[in-house]
């Protein structure tokens, strides 16, 4: 039989005592590690993003001119943003970045998706053609933009010299608008392939072989199993492009300026012309917040749709 042991309540507490205990300050503080160390860097951010976005908010809502001090414009109100959406320019800006954002975001999808399909099969040299194709993406937007405006120049480009055409591609409204449409599809669309390349990778084969066996051709399968399995990351790659594309501004100030005859004038150059140009630090600060309000809602679209595809 076995015999119970009582342990000495001296001893106990001899033993409790030589074991440090934590005090409930030091659990407090080992459970808001994180949030203490991350501070710093967030009172930061706050400090260099949060108050020049209170100052344009504030801004926005005054009248200032440029003889006046930053901080002495009247309160008028939502007077700049009536002003806004009855300003012709402005109006077309929207357009032109709307249909512009939809454009070049369908090609870049459409082709940054073949160039994945093309990547995924396992042939010899091909992580060498993967490299390659970063190589644009890499390059900065102003660099990249210079470059192509040499290539596009009508007496001495290279462009022309090929096609054996004298084209002012930068001087007439469509081939303005086409140029900086082509030069950000080339430079972005590698950025989707690499997206969507990942995902390829990620995806399991069970589906494509059961498809196989059962006769489905290349073509079923890319459109029945590949794709629906690779709809979150479509989503996600034409979110982010959707974003970037509709304020895009580097290409186009390189470029054309806005121009010609404000063919290429995007909400972002609008903007900055607004503000740097004609120094309506108002109506510029106006313009500033209905694009992001006009961000968010595409950002807030997105979001609902890929919870929805990926809710069972």
Known sequence: MGETITADP?????RRRMVPAH???SRWLDRQFAAITALPTAVMMLAIFGIPLLFSLTLSFRGWSIDQSLFAGRFVGTANY???MTDPEFVSSMIITLCYTIAVVAVEMVLGLAIALALNIDLPFIGFFRT???VPMMMTPIVAAFC???????SNGVINYWIGQHIVWLGQPGTARLSVAIVNVWQNAPYVAILLLAGLRS?????????AIDGASRAQILWHVTLPLLRSYLLVAMLLRTIFEFRTFDNVYVMTSGGPANSTMVLSMFTYLASFQRFDLSLGAAASWLMLLISLLLCTLFIMAVRRRSTP
């Open 203 to 211: 995806l399991p084969h069970e589906p494509m072989e059961a498809a």
């Open 132 to 134: 390659v194709l970063v």
């Open 82 to 84: 009536t002003d806004l």
């Open 23 to 25: 005090s409930s300050g």
């Open 148 to 154: 192509w405006r040499l290539l596009l120049d009508p």
């Open 10 to 14: 001296q001893a106990e507490v001899a």
